[in-house]
Antibody, heavy 125, light 111 residues
Framework: EVQLVESGGGLVQPGGSLRLSCAAS????????MNWVRQAPGKGLEWVSYISSSASTIFYADSVKGRFTISRDNAKNSLYLQMNSLRAEDTAVYYC??????????????????WGQGALVTVSS | QSVLTQPPSVSGAPGQRVTISCTGSSSNIGAGYDVHWYQQLPGTAPKLLIYGNSNRPSGVPDRFSGSKSGTSASLAITGLQAEDEADYYC???????????FGGGTKLTVL
């Protein structure tokens, strides 16, 4: 059974740092691309970051570029999100989500097939 | 302001049919990228509902269906049930943003 379990959330002051972890099990972690998606209280979903299976390709949303760093340790089946210079608007539940690639008319596309339960990050003084 | 536009809310009586629209642009849906739909029940993580515009993962009832045309997509739910009351999100890829994009979400109320 595929499982994604986030940890590391909590209360942090504006300007502070926090590191989220996502422990994966039930599948070959090193074969899958992974993402972080967040959801502010009462708001919709926002994609945050993507990392390829080998960590050779990384993308960020403009809202976190230069402040957040995604990484992974395939030996430990773990995904990470280092969050620096945190702002009040970063307050959200952060989900890790697995990307599943498929072929669509000759093009590679992906969707998020498994999600963790989420970790709450609150940025407040 | 979400890149993909969804109606904030829809409602319907049990047994009825409702549709939820998802409108994008030439840099995402209109560029040929597929649309995927997720259901989020209160207090839980999102769950994949439709992938590749119109495909249902194993275990998703055939009451749920999806379609795509031009720069828009739609999710249809027939035979509404009380358990369908949830938030629904569309998702695609945006070539100008080099990342995934979501709709703002639609809250479905079963009357």
């Amino acid at each position: 059974e595929v499982q994604l379990v986030e940890s590391g959330g909590g209360l942090v002051q504006p300007g502070g740092s926090l590191r989220l972890s996502c422990a994966a099990s039930g599948f070959t972690f090193s074969s899958y691309e992974m993402n972080w998606v967040r959801q502010a209280p009462g708001k919709g979903l926002e994609w945050v970051s993507y990392i390829s299976s080998s960590a050779s390709t990384i993308f960020y949303a403009d809202s976190v570029k230069g402040r957040f760093t995604i990484s992974r340790d395939n030996a430990k089946n773990s995904l990470y999100l280092q969050m620096n210079s945190l702002r009040a608007e970063d307050t959200a539940v952060y989900y890790c989500a697995r990307a599943y690639y498929y072929d669509s008319s000759g093009y590679k596309r992906y969707y998020f097939d498994y999600w963790g339960q989420g970790a709450l990050v609150t940025v407040s003084s | 302001q979400s890149v993909l536009t969804q109606p904030p809310s829809v409602s319907g009586a049990p047994g009825q049919r409702v549709t939820i629209s998802c409108t994008g642009s030439s840099s995402n849906i209109g560029a040929g990228y597929d649309v995927h739909w997720y259901q989020q029940l209160p207090g839980t993580a999102p769950k994949l509902l439709i992938y590749g515009n119109s495909n249902r993962p194993s275990g998703v009832p055939d009451r749920f269906s999806g379609s795509k045309s031009g720069t828009s997509a739609s999710l249809a739910i027939t035979g509404l049930q009380a358990e369908d009351e949830a938030d629904y999100y569309c998702q695609s890829y945006d070539t100008s943003l080099s990342g995934s994009v979501f709709g703002g979400g639609t809250k479905l109320t079963v009357l």
